[in-house]
């Protein structure tokens, strides 16, 4: 009995220990990865660059805000989590950081008073930046971007995700090594990797996080997990490396097209990737497009990503042709509020209307993304390219859920789309509480 | 006391047509770009969504996109010895309203003149002698002519994705085209619209009477597209809501689709709407313009200083605008002197309704240029000595929709209301067709625009005011055409047909819808004493204000006028860019 009360009393102490030491030791920050003389000058113009494909002004830009002055709300599951001001503003944005500290942020992803950032922050991806490309945005931060003083709200976690000393925790558990070594064997695929694993964080959205603590389940190529399809809110983000999904599917001219301006003939971004091309991807030069395409098709795997096309298709345009009072309800729903745009033939018009057969939205194992255009529409970025921001306008206001769930079902089954199909409660998970 | 904004390089008044590509092509030369649109602001989403603007009685009827003529309207009288009254409720004429401007709702007939409409003057004098122009007739030359316009219409037709089939390709006759058009560099960017019945059964019957149909030039566009500024549009669908409505899938060119999307993103463009300007305010010397004064969405008086004034806004404002302002001298009928409000004039149209019993034509399946079209009647085809009148028209048949409260055409007997008007519905909706004719409309010395002496609008300014009626040369002309199209119409052998032209003693009335085309007033030429603005839409007397749009048609043409209006508009940015902006000065 005293052996156990004993050993209970030293397992408290070393828990308090512990804890103390997570709460109260200093942070070590991860030291430069290479050794640039302080005198380094980055190349000019490279500082907006990295800027652009790191793609901070999104986050750290409030609707209608000055850039970089933070104040937007990333909703994550936990709570809404603020974008910081990182303008050079002494009082309220980062103008007092050091490199190191600056570099501190992004690498592990602690700030300059020692505490810790929400993973919000992609930095599990920028802790593979390169040293050159730390000091380029550094110098662009500090040199280039205007100052503004406004105080972004403050980030209110309920208890315990308002404790950042646990992001310790899960940093620990969670980060992959510093830096970037590449290992394709070959400039240009190895540039692909860099911009997807590290600077553009692609992967941050495409690949699956595991149920525990959400960390990605691989954080390169190398892993089989890696890419393979996650999910942001109720979007899906699409596998990118099944041997029948679109991004494999399409040729690397049709692939850099969706990324530099949002549209291909087949289809178009929506939701949280066209903000990465209206703000981030569009602006990357032409040969960093090619570079992402040609490192996808050479990270693709041999297998079926879960929307695998019919052999056969189905006779979906000759039933639609029909436009018999008896069709399915779906069916009659398509006709009445999809076939203006989209056609029977659910192949839309090129570059215009997206292709409904064969899209991954469409088709994705979770119908969150389609359920939300139905309900909510969509919007294509506005890019250099493509100015118009080809829009599709909502029909929530007009369909109830079970409609929702039937033209949703029916779309997931029609032509050469085979996925499972939708539930009244699926949509009303999506429309959310209020609606019915 | 007006509040004072910001300097800009260029105001443009009105974001349509004209004033989305000046301010394109403005911001392109490196100007910053202010627009400022009277109207609210509209999109294709939300605005134009489906299925919201697909409603008939909201838009069709109560006119949902129009000017309200509480808001702004001009008084109309048929001669001088008339008191004009305030047109309070929109028939004759829809001008249009709100960013995209009339571009919204057009049907999208996108033609070009004849070579011969553009120095109409001069070629009926040459070919037929100056004693056939009848007295009291002012037609002009435009000062422009074919060949000098044709890259810019291509350009705009370009822009628009225009489908069509070329007739004429740098002189060599194109068969399925129209044989009498203007020799054009290259085709259209899209092949013509799918032909729906009536078109094939008029364009056969045409054809076997020696005439040469071909599809009318349509800006539904028959395929996906992509213009010179990366601006997308999808193919039309046929869903017959084009004219009063804006375009609920993009495949209708307008602002919006053709141009606004890629201007937003310009950094030195921008645009205010709500913002109804009501004078261009001029220097001292009255030789310069120094900026605008508008009226902002709370009714602050506003003054928008700027180096460049561009008009673009509807014909009559640009007119009415010129007169607030003083810019060139106002014109005198009596004398015949002064030149801002001169040879205004309209569109003659008429038409013969076809009915078949046994046909039904589907007419929910439609587009707002859905046509087939002779024009071996235009006016560089009639003999204007023998026929005893100056004019053309095309002749179509056209199936641009089967709206149900204005798309019943009935046969003459059937009565107006009630059980014998329901049956009548029943019996023949979807069994009918028409043949029209859209024809040219001259000018004359005692059509014009004047400042009203006792109407005024709700900014405490005159009205303008607009002296028009039919003339016999144009009453001939449009009986010419009914000569031709009843005997066309006779062959397809209907169950029953009628007529409807515009007979001897015809008056002008405001009420029926005929059409928006209403130009003149602010007349482009070569002559400072015979036209408001010079060949590049500058005015004379105030060198740093263009007027854009069909206020500067000398006379009206027998086409619709977007696509010149649309061609002038690059033509005079052009001038601008290339010669004014290096050295502001008249360019003539």
Request: zero cysteines; proline letters at 9%; aromatic letters at 10%.
């Given at each position: 009995m005293k052996t156990l009360l004993r050993i209970i009393g030293t397992l408290v102490v070393i828990g308090i220990v512990v804890l103390l030491g997570l709460i109260f030791i200093p942070m070590q920050r991860t030291a430069p990865l290479a050794n640039l003389p302080a005198s380094y000058e980055p190349p000019k113009g490279a500082g907006e660059q990295v800027a652009i494909a790191a793609d901070c002004r999104a986050c750290h830009t409030a609707p209608g805000g000055k850039p970089f002055a933070g104040g937007l709300a990333i909703n994550s599951p936990l709570g809404a989590i603020y974008a910081s001001n990182i303008t050079p503003d002494k009082k309220t944005g980062?103008?007092?950081?050091?490199l190191d500290e600056f570099r501190a942020v992004l690498y592990d992803g602690v700030k300059r008073d020692g505490s810790h950032l929400y993973p919000a922050m992609p930095y599990p991806s920028y802790r593979k930046m390169t040293e050159e490309d730390v000091r380029a945005l550094y110098a662009y931060f500090m040199k280039e971007v205007t100052p503004v003083e406004s105080a972004a709200p403050e980030t209110r976690l309920a208890f315990p995700f308002n404790q950042r000393w646990g992001i310790r925790l899960w940093d620990w558990a969670s980060l992959p090594p510093a830096g970037f070594k590449p290992y394709m064997g070959d400039a240009k695929l190895d540039r692909g990797a860099y911009l997807v694993e590290a600077l553009a964080h692609c992967r941050s959205c495409h690949t699956p996080r595991n149920d525990l603590t959400f960390a990605e389940k691989g954080y390169d190529s190398r892993s089989a997990d890696f890419l393979t399809g996650g999910l942001v809110g109720v979007w899906p983000a699409p596998d990118?490396?099944?041997?029948?999904s679109t991004a494999q599917r399409w040729s690397n001219e049709q692939l850099g097209a969706l990324l530099a301006s949002g549209r291909n003939e087949m289809a178009g971004v929506s939701g949280e990737m066209a903000l990465a091309v209206e703000h981030s991807l569009q602006y990357l030069p032409k040969s960093d497009i090619e570079a992402i395409a040609a490192y996808i098709k050479a990270i693709k795997q041999d297998r079926n990503g879960g929307s695998t096309p019919r052999a056969t298709p189905a006779p979906t345009a000759q039933q639609l042709a029909s436009a018999s009072p008896q069709l399915e309800l779906g069916a009659r729903l398509y006709l009445d509020n999809c076939n203006a745009c989209h056609f029977a033939n659910g192949k839309g018009a090129k570059n215009v209307f997206p292709h409904l057969d064969g899209n991954p939205l469409v088709t994705a194992t979770q119908s969150g993304g389609l359920i939300s255009v139905i309900l909510n529409g969509a919007a294509a970025p506005s890019t250099?390219?493509?100015?118009?921001?080809l829009a599709m306008p909502g029909f929530g206001w007009r369909l109830k859920n079970d409609e929702v769930a039937a033209l949703a079902t029916f779309v997931r089954k029609s032509w050469s789309n085979d996925a499972p199909a939708v539930t009244t409660e699926d949509v009303a998970k999506v429309r959310g509480p209020a609606a019915n | 006391m007006a509040r004072q904004e910001k300097k800009t390089d260029a105001v443009i008044v009105g974001l349509g047509w004209t004033g989305a590509i000046l301010g394109m092509e403005l911001a392109n030369a490196g100007l910053q770009v202010l627009a400022l649109e009277r109207g609210e602001d509209r999109d294709t989403v939300p605005d134009f969504a489906y299925p919201k603007m697909i409603d008939e009685l909201k838009y069709g009827v109560r006119l949902g996109l129009m000017q309200r003529p509480a808001d702004s309207t001009l008084t109309i009288r048929h001669s001088a010895q008339d008191t004009a009254l305030p047109y309070r409720s929109l028939g004759s004429f829809l001008p249009g309203n709100g960013v995209g401007g009339a571009g919204v709702h057009w049907n999208g007939h996108t033609w070009r003149a004849l070579p011969e409409e553009l120095r109409l003057k001069s070629y009926v004098t040459e070919k037929f002698?100056?004693?056939?122009?009848?007295?009291g007739m002012t037609i002009e030359d435009w000062g422009v002519t074919y060949d000098e316009l044709e890259p810019h219409y291509d350009r705009f037709e370009y822009l628009c994705g225009i489908s069509g089939q070329a007739g004429n390709l740098g002189g060599q006759t194109h068969a399925g085209g129209n044989p009498f058009e203007g020799p054009r560099k290259r085709g259209y960017p899209l092949p013509p619209l799918p032909t729906l019945l009536n078109g094939k059964m008029f364009g056969d019957a045409a054809k076997a009477m020696g005439y040469h149909p071909f599809p009318l030039p349509s800006a539904n566009l028959s395929d996906a597209y992509t213009n010179e500024y990366g601006m997308q549009l999808g193919p039309c669908n046929f869903c017959g809501f084009c004219e009063r409505f804006g375009c609920i899938n993009y495949s209708k060119s307008s602002p919006q689709t053709c141009v606004l999307g890629a201007l937003k993103r310009k950094p030195n463009f921008s645009y205010r709407t709500r913002s109804e300007v009501i004078r261009v305010e001029l220097s001292q010397d009255r030789k310069t313009a120094t900026g605008v004064t508008y009226i902002d969405a709370k009714g602050e008086e506003v003054f928008q200083p700027a180096d460049l004034v561009v008009l673009a806004a509807y014909q009559f404002h640009n007119v009415h605008l010129m007169l607030l302002s003083g810019i060139g001298k106002p014109y005198a009928p009596d004398t015949g002197e002064g030149v801002v409000g001169k040879n205004y004039a309209y569109q003659m149209t008429g038409g013969t309704s076809l009915f078949f019993?046994?046909?039904?034509?589907?007419?929910?399946?439609?587009?707002?240029?859905?046509a087939t079209v002779i024009d071996d009647f235009s006016v560089n085809q009639v003999d204007f000595g023998k026929k005893g009148f100056i004019g053309g028209s095309y002749i179509s048949s056209g199936q641009f929709n089967g709206q149900p409260i204005r798309s019943m055409a009935l046969p003459p007997g059937t009565p107006a209301w009630g059980a014998g008007w329901k049956k009548g519905i029943k019996e023949w909706y979807g069994h009918s067709m028409s043949i029209s004719s859209h024809g040219s409309n001259m000018s004359y010395r005692d059509c014009y625009l004047d400042l009203d002496p006792t109407y005024r609008g709700k900014y405490g300014q005159p009205m303008l005011r607009l002296t028009f009626d039919w003339k016999p040369n144009d009453i001939r002309m449009t009986q010419f055409m009914r000569s031709k199209i009843e005997p066309i119409a006779k062959s397809m052998n209907p169950t029953n047909w009628a007529s409807g032209y515009k007979g001897d003693g015809a008056h002008y009335d405001v009420?029926?819808?005929?059409?928006?085309?209403t130009v003149g007033g602010a007349i482009m030429g070569v002559d400072p004493t015979r036209s408001a603005v010079n060949r590049y839409l500058q005015t004379w007397d105030v060198h740093n204000v263009f007027v854009m749009g069909a206020s500067a048609f000398p006379q009206n043409l027998q086409y619709n006028p977007t696509g010149t209006v649309g061609a002038l508009a690059y033509w005079s940015a052009r001038a601008i860019r290339e010669d004014y902006l290096k050295n502001p000065r008249p360019l003539m």
């Open positions: 980062i103008g007092n950081y050091t990118l490396r099944a041997k029948d250099g390219e493509r100015p118009e921001r | 002698g100056a004693n056939v122009i009848p007295e019993k046994d046909v039904n034509f589907n007419p929910f399946v439609g587009a707002g240029s859905s009420r029926p819808y005929q059409t928006t085309h």
